[in-house]
C-alpha cells in the first residue's frame, strides 16, 4: 500500500513564526504536491516537485516555500505565519506516468 | 470560469437512495477521470478512475464519462450513512498535474 505521511495532524502556531510542515512517501514517486483546501475554495496548489532538488510554484504560492532534499520528502515551509494561512494542508505524491495521487491525512494548522 | 465546476452541496439523501454526483470541465485535453472520497478531517482517498467516455462499475458506485459534454458523472447505488463524505472529481490531461472540483459534500441520513 502506498503511504503518505505527513509530520502533523493538528498544529497551532503564533503569528510571525516559521512553520515547518513534512511529508514523507514511500512508494519512489517522482511527483509531490502540496495543496491548502478552504471551505468554499476547494484544493489549491501551493508548490509540487517533479525531482529531488526541483519545484514549481502553484497557484498560490506567495507565503510559502518548499525544500526536496530527497525523494521521499518533500516539506513546506512558511516563512513567517499568518492568520489567513490556517487551513487544511494536504501533500500528495504521484508517480510519473500514473494518474493515480495518493494524499495524506492532512495537516490542520492554525494561527493564532 | 474555471477548469473544473462542481455543485458543493451540501446534498443530503436518505439512506438506500441513488445518489447523483456531477462535475464539469472546459478543457478537451482531460483524458483521465476520477473521483476521490474524503471523509472529514481526513486526506482524500481515490475512488474510481476512468479513462474515455462510457461507464465504468465497483460495486455499488459507477463512474461515468460523456467526452462530448465535457461532464462527469459519479452514481451511488443503495447510499448508506457510511458513504457521507466529500466527493472531488480529478481531471489530468496525461501530464503530472491533476486539476480538482470543488467537491461536493454528501450526507445519508439513516
Known amino acids: 500500500d502506498v503511504k503518505v505521511t505527513q509530520s502533523s495532524r493538528y498544529l497551532v502556531k503564533r503569528t510571525g513564526e516559521k512553520v515547518f510542515l513534512e511529508c514523507v512517501q514511500d512508494m519512489d514517486h517522482e511527483n509531490m504536491f502540496w495543496y491548502r483546501q478552504d471551505p468554499g475554495l476547494g484544493l489549491r496548489l501551493i508548490y509540487f516537485?517533479?525531482?529531488?532538488?526541483?519545484?514549481e510554484k502553484g497557484d498560490i504560492p506567495e507565503g510559502y516555500s518548499v525544500s526536496r532534499e530527497k525523494k521521499e520528502r518533500f516539506s513546506l515551509i512558511l516563512e513567517s505565519a499568518s492568520t489567513n494561512q490556517t487551513s487544511m494542508y494536504l501533500c500528495?505524491?504521484?508517480?510519473?506516468?500514473?494518474?493515480?495521487?495518493?494524499f495524506g491525512q492532512g495537516t490542520r494548522l492554525t494561527v493564532v | 470560469q474555471k477548469e473544473v465546476e462542481q455543485d458543493p452541496g451540501p446534498l443530503s439523501v436518505p439512506e438506500g437512495a441513488i445518489v447523483s454526483l456531477n462535475c464539469t470541465y472546459s478543457n478537451s485535453a482531460f483524458q483521465y477521470f476520477m473521483w476521490y472520497r474524503q471523509y472529514s478531517r481526513k486526506g482524500p482517498e481515490l475512488l474510481m478512475y476512468?479513462?474515455?467516455?462510457g461507464n465504468k462499475e465497483d460495486g455499488r458506485f459507477t463512474a461515468q464519462v460523456d467526452k462530448s459534454s465535457k461532464y462527469i458523472s459519479l452514481f451511488i447505488r443503495d447510499s448508506q450513512p457510511s458513504d457521507s463524505a466529500t466527493y472531488l472529481c480529478a481531471l489530468n490531461n496525461a501530464g503530472n498535474m491533476l486539476t480538482f472540483g470543488g467537491g461536493t459534500r454528501l450526507m445519508v441520513k439513516p
Open positions: 476512468t479513462y474515455s467516455s
Open positions: 516537485s517533479y525531482d529531488v532538488k526541483m519545484k
Open positions: 500528495a505524491s504521484l508517480s510519473g506516468g500514473s494518474t493515480e495521487a495518493f
